[in-house]
């Protein structure tokens, strides 16, 4: 038994990438595997299918590299392809594994999170009463998950030692991803997530105030947006750019880094920008920011991005679903790595945290940007 197991995984490895380890070692790893996964399906208190085993394997396997590689079962896989195209079901929140704990990228513009008082860099410690210490990503993700309609109860602790019990009723979550609008001669761009349909989006805005003689400057509000497409990162990266580097990638392989380039053409022919951004900005929107921060394209408001700065490829398995795996590292124009250091703002302005949403009049951030573009 233990042999046929070994062997169905070495059916899956190319040797040609295991050079520089002895072949003999990679053998007798894959036999204490196989063995331990012999011993748990014939002995284990409760019957148990060899498909979880495998896949919590995997799981465990992917979940010792990083918080944000992670296995996803067929389910999973389509609800992944569903959420870049800008719908998907569930409560709106962006989140990672910290310590054991759910973490709170960033709360999603207009859903049930952001509407029950969700914030970034909330702790995620209780599902329904069940503890997340000691699930994976996936199987937290799966509570979190239900019909719309259906209720369910987050313990959240958060970094004034709170602990707040709150209720979100599910739902299925149709992303607006930009909002725009002209605000005292200022064109006012909120860009919630970067989905497919965000580059169209921001086009037919800038189109809408340039017929506006009247508008002066920019705004381009990234707060709480935790990323999406590297593409269209770029794509809104260039929009506001001449030239020059937008971001680079470098991977294991050095065959593989890759660098990225704005072509000649700025949107708004020249006019000042101010990015927005705070702790709940991660990945492609950090991209962004600190693109046009780099070439000194627009001057950042706001408070540290979250620091994400990691690509994740999506790697399809043979049979089903498929592993979502970092493959490199996002670095920014300067040389400078985005990973857990984030982008920092020239200008500082902290949130005032539970009374602070983007959506109110008394936005002081966004006043304050559109004050200074006023001059």
Do not use: C
Not at 9 to 35: P, T
Not at 251 to 269: C, H, I, P, Q, V
């Amino acid at each position: 038994m233990t042999r046929f197991i070994v062997y169905f995984f070495l059916i899956f490895l190319n040797f040609s990438d295991l050079k520089s380890e002895n072949d003999k070692e990679v053998y007798k790893h894959l036999n204490l595997f196989g063995e331990a996964f012999e011993k748990i399906k014939n002995n284990y208190v409760e019957e148990v299918s060899s498909k979880e085993l495998v896949e919590a394997a995997i799981e465990g396997m992917l979940g010792s590299l990083d918080p944000h590689s992670t296995f996803l079962n067929t389910d999973e896989l389509n609800e992944l392809k569903v959420q870049t195209k800008g719908e998907f079901g569930g409560l709106g929140i962006e989140v990672t594994l910290e310590n054991g704990f759910v973490k709170v990228i960033s709360p999603i513009d207009d859903t049930p999170a952001s509407r029950a008082g969700i914030l970034a860099g909330d702790l995620i410690t209780h599902l329904d009463d069940e503890p997340v210490l000691g699930m994976t990503l996936s199987e937290a993700v799966s509570l979190m998950r239900g019909k719309a309609g259906s209720k369910i109860k987050l313990t959240v602790n958060r970094e004034d030692n709170k602990t707040l019990q709150i209720v979100i009723t599910r739902a299925v979550i149709e992303l607006k991803a930009v909002k725009a609008k002209i605000q005292n001669n200022i064109g006012y761009i909120r860009v919630s997530s970067f989905n497919q349909k965000v580059d169209t989006q921001i086009i037919k805005a800038i189109s809408k105030f340039k017929k506006n003689n009247n508008v002066i400057g920019y705004v381009l509000d990234l707060r709480n947006n935790p990323g999406g497409l590297l593409s269209q990162a770029i794509r809104i990266s260039d929009f506001f750019l001449d030239n020059g580097e937008i971001v680079s990638t470098k991977s294991r392989k050095a065959s593989e880094n890759r660098k990225w380039f704005a072509k000649k053409g700025d949107l708004t022919n020249g006019k000042a920008i101010i990015v927005m951004i705070n702790y709940g900005s991660a990945s492609a929107s950090e991209i962004v920011a600190g693109a046009l921060k780099d070439h000194k394209r627009a001057i950042l408001l706001g408070e540290n991005s979250y620091g994400k700065g990691s690509v994740q490829s999506i790697i399809p398995l043979r049979n089903d679903g498929a592993i979502r795996l970092t493959v490199a590292k996002y670095y920014l124009p300067s040389g400078k790595s985005i990973s857990e250091v984030g982008v920092s703002p020239d200008i500082e302005i902290s949130e005032e945290t539970d009374e602070f949403r983007i959506k109110t009049e008394t936005d002081n951030q966004l006043n304050y940007a559109i004050k200074l573009l006023n001059g």
